[in-house]
């Protein structure tokens, strides 16, 4: 790509970045692409005419509208996803317009999930970071697997992540998820939930999310993490382990931190 994107405040010295404004690629053809900063080819909106034709030829029965087999912007963020290959996006994207219309996506909705919200493990807040990034807030040692049906707790996860991503400002394409680890014990760990939350961003939400933010983990989450690390992937390096003071100092404002992280 023609960037790399910055997943950390720069005061951290872990990260360092690179964004040219254009970088030129020669192909077979002879023909030359253009990438500018989002890595978008100059010829973008024919590929995705492209796969929105080939979808609706080969896959007629996918539901049409916002998120569906004609949705361009829809497209186009998968073309992004998968570096523009026609092929490898339309196998993505069925797969992902099949699962939105198969675990109900379009009918979740405020009041679908409010007997498990009411728990308050998880909620969206109100304010975006100081990254003007939605931010979407776990707080672990709320959430009791078998307390409540495991497809409940997958309906909030995802209600949640569409709640977030509708509040993307303009210009802006990531999220970020703070998961609050304090007061976390063995009775919160639930590996079959993380994994499908995990698969959820990948699958279905490539490239929504932007970092993600483990505070304060206790001891005891250091062996759980060597079992969850390997189940996410290349969504692992977004990790980054920090404290609730760090949460405050760098990612809000005192006007904007969420109420559980105030000091």
């Not at 007061?183 to 959820?200: M, P, Q, S």
């Not at 390096?237 to 809000?252: G, H, I, M, N, P």
């Not at 005192?254 to 000091?263: E, G, L, Y």
Request: hydrophobic share 40%; glycine share 4%.
């Amino acid at each position: 790509m023609a960037f790399h994107l910055r997943l950390r405040p720069s005061s951290t010295p872990h990260f360092n970045f690179a964004a040219p404004i254009f970088s030129w690629k020669s192909v077979g053809t002879g023909r030359l692409f253009i990438r500018n900063c989002s890595s978008v080819p100059v010829d973008a909106h024919k590929l995705v005419l492209e796969v929105k034709e080939k979808l609706a030829k080969d896959y007629s029965r996918l539901p049409v509208g916002k998120n569906g087999r004609d949705d361009e912007d829809m497209i186009l963020w998968f073309l992004k996803d998968r570096k523009f290959s026609v092929g490898d996006t339309i196998s993505k994207l069925e797969k992902a317009i099949k699962w939105r219309h198969e675990f109900g996506v379009s009918e979740l909705s405020e009041e679908t999930v409010r007997s498990v919200a009411k728990s308050g493990k998880s909620y969206v807040h109100d304010q975006l970071d100081a990254y003007n990034r939605p931010v979407l807030i776990v707080d672990v040692s709320k959430h009791i697997p078998g307390k409540y049906e495991s497809i409940e707790d997958k309906k909030l996860c995802v209600y949640l992540i569409e709640k977030a991503v509708g509040m993307l400002p303009p210009g802006k394409n990531q999220i970020l998820a703070i998961i609050d680890l304090r007061r976390f014990g063995t009775e919160n760990a639930d590996l079959n939930f993380i994994t499908f939350v995990f698969d959820v961003f990948y699958y279905y939400y490539p490239k929504r999310l932007g970092q993600v933010l483990f505070v304060d983990a206790p001891f005891i989450f250091k062996p759980i993490w060597q079992l969850v690390k390997p189940l996410l992937k290349s969504y692992a390096s977004l990790v980054r382990f920090c404290s609730a003071k760090t949460v405050r100092d760098e990612y809000f404002t005192n006007a904007t931190v969420p109420k559980s992280f105030r000091s």
